[in-house]
């Protein structure tokens, strides 16, 4: 099973600033990573797949990278909304496995 | 508008079966895979089970010989049956459609469907 490691657990940064969270696989995964964004009492959003492309409605301050094992989502300016919990999801193999997850939190 | 609705969640005791199901609409229900991912309460996801278009099944370790997916094109439904349930599968449940293309990410998510197990 990949093991997928999401880095820091939580994240404090002020409106405005910048975020960046990491997701690290065990073994390569080439490109087949999807990020997801979950706000409290909600369904998770798919904000990326392939790594970095954008799903529909994704606004461009979000932007993704990374391939093989290292992963990094990338908030150029953090709004409001965006405070919430981000998950990367490979599915290069089965089973289809989670990181546990980056709290971005107001600081 | 796709909407996926789940239903049959609910508290049941250790060792018992419960059956959820995911009605959908908005899109073309029979040519995508659908899936099963849970969400322990205050943890991350978990994948649990997916089955293709065309009738392939996919299990988590933790799940497989217990759980059973299914759908039923005609009804636009997918449904799993959970089967000598633990503590450990408390959890919100939700349905999610496969977005398509290479690897399965998902695009559109239910409000999931609470089941709790407990005596």
């Known amino acids: 099973e990949i093991v997928m490691t999401q880095s820091p657990a939580t994240l404090s940064v002020s409106p405005g600033e910048r975020a960046t969270l990491s997701c690290r696989a065990t073994q390569s995964v080439s490109s087949n990573l999807a990020w997801y964004q979950q706000k409290p009492g909600q369904a998770p959003r798919l904000l990326f797949y392939g790594a970095s492309t954008r799903a529909t409605g994704i606004p461009a301050r979000f932007s993704g990278s990374g391939s093989g094992t290292e992963f990094t989502l990338t908030i150029s300016s953090l709004q409001s909304e965006d405070f919430a919990v981000y998950y990367c999801q490979q599915y290069n193999d089965w089973p289809l496995t989670f990181g546990g997850g980056t709290k971005v939190e107001i600081k | 508008e796709v909407q996926l609705l789940e239903s049959g969640g609910g508290l049941v005791q250790p060792g018992g079966s419960l059956r959820l199901s995911c009605a959908a609409s908005g899109f073309a229900f029979s040519s995508y895979a659908m899936s099963w991912v849970r969400q322990a309460p205050g943890k991350g996801l978990e994948w649990v089970s997916l089955?293709?278009?065309?009738?392939?099944?996919y299990y988590a370790d933790s799940v497989k010989g217990r759980f059973t997916i299914s759908r039923d094109d005609s009804k636009n439904t997918v449904s799993l049956q959970m089967y000598s349930l633990r503590a450990e599968d408390t959890a919100v449940y939700y349905c999610?459609?496969?977005?398509?293309?290479?690897?399965?990410?998902?695009?559109?998510w239910g409000q999931g469907t609470l089941v709790t197990v407990s005596s």
């Open positions: 089955i293709f278009s065309g009738g392939s099944t």
């Open positions: 999610a459609k496969d977005f398509g293309g290479v690897g399965v990410k998902f695009d559109y």
